[in-house]
């Protein structure tokens, strides 16, 4: 019994007559997840995308899994392939579903035709077909209001299908409609989900992240690029840049006032992000900070931080408390990997008591006497990158 997967578009089916552009990076982005799992043949029509595998020994529970990490897609199935023959789809039906029904108690068919020239309407291809799965399973009854099992079946222009397995998918808009932004990468919670938000607006991801050796370890690094390993499995390979820091920050330390300390270390991590994300096309910074969840994050702390930025910044996390991020994180899989026990920068020479409610005008001038445009063009040159995939 041959077997395609259908998949369901989200918003872009909304877009005007750009939309073709929007649906080309789709294919693009599907094609690149599924391209070590066999030769497929891809379309898409009436906002359906066909996937058709080449030969029987692809697993289709492997692109499915793939699938569901696409951002674009709302849905998606297996469905089995029938002629547009109501006899074939009888037949297919009853036997594409048995397994599936006879676990359960209730079903209902739902039909959609879009093919007016189908001899039968929805309703009549409908009672047709449950009567046919009702016969091979005695055991079932119809509930069209809360059925167990809803068996579809489409009659299209160019085929039938019948499925029954709708899986959610992960929605969004496809990767690289939206243009690329840089997002600022630490080993904790925040970020990544900040990555993985954006991600799913359709931005192409760069990734800056600051070490500071000795004061961090390799590990801490390693860390990182694991999460955007992860995150990666939904945005593409991501270009992570990796500056080190431990001069700009043992000059902070040495030359400004303590509790300046940390709103320092944030507008230089901006400057420099500002700079690599200017050299690498990308046109928007990505932080993961919540608006009041630390020091760093009170109004006029991020006040300070966003002057220092020479581009937009976003800030998907904002409004999140912190067990809002944490279910994100847990359902995308990087919570596992962002609670390991190995420090980042930002924890280096963290001040007892950081000033809460810092005032641009003495941020800019502590900023001004320590001389910190050297160090930073110095940090921008040392900077390496590696590409990270899933």
Do not use: W
């Not at 009567?131 to 809360?146: T, W, Y």
């Amino acid at each position: 019994m041959k077997e395609i997967i259908l998949i369901k578009l989200g918003e872009m089916v909304l877009k005007g007559l750009n939309r073709r552009t929007f649906e080309d990076i789709l294919l693009k982005n599907i094609r690149y997840r599924i391209r070590n799992l066999g030769r497929f043949t891809i379309r898409i029509a009436q906002s359906t995308v066909y996937i058709e595998p080449q030969s029987d020994d692809i697993d289709l529970d492997d692109v499915c899994e793939k699938i569901s990490q696409v951002f674009g897609i709302v849905t998606f199935c297996r469905a089995c392939v029938c002629k547009k023959e109501i006899g074939d789809i009888l037949k297919k039906s009853a036997d594409y579903t048995e397994e599936a029904l006879s676990s359960v108690k209730t079903f209902k068919v739902e039909s959609k035709r879009s093919d007016k020239r189908f001899p039968l309407t929805s309703p009549e291809i409908s009672a047709q077909v449950g009567g046919a799965i009702l016969e091979r399973n005695p055991h079932l009854k119809v509930d069209v209001k809360n059925p167990d099992i809803t068996v579809t079946v489409e009659v299209r222009d160019f085929g039938a299908y019948v499925r029954y397995n709708t899986i959610r998918g992960q929605g969004g808009m496809p990767v690289g409609t939206s243009g690329k932004a840089t997002v600022l990468i630490s080993g904790g919670i925040d970020s990544p989900v900040a990555a993985y938000m954006m991600a799913k607006r359709g931005l192409k991801l760069n990734a800056v992240h600051f070490e500071s050796p000795p004061y961090t370890s390799e590990r801490a690094k390693l860390k990182v690029e694991k999460l955007l390993s992860i995150v990666s499995r939904y945005s593409g390979s991501i270009d992570m840049y990796t500056v080190p820091l431990t001069k700009v920050q043992e000059h902070i330390r040495d030359n400004c006032p303590e509790e300046l300390f940390t709103i320092l270390l944030r507008r230089v991590m901006m400057k420099i992000a500002s700079k690599i994300a200017e050299r690498t096309d990308s046109h928007a910074l990505i932080t993961g900070e919540s608006l009041g969840q630390v020091a760093s994050q009170t109004m006029d702390a991020l006040y300070c931080t966003n002057e220092a930025a020479s581009t937009i910044v976003f800030r998907p996390l904002i409004g999140m408390d912190k067990q809002e991020i944490i279910n994100i994180s847990r359902r995308i899989d990087t919570f596992e990997t962002s609670i390991l026990p190995y420090e980042d920068c930002c924890t280096v020479f963290t001040p007892k008591h950081p000033r809460t409610r810092p005032k641009l005008k003495f941020v800019k001038l502590a900023e001004e006497s320590a001389g910190l445009y050297a160090l930073i063009e110095e940090a921008v040159r040392n900077t390496t990158v590696k590409t990270i995939e899933s």
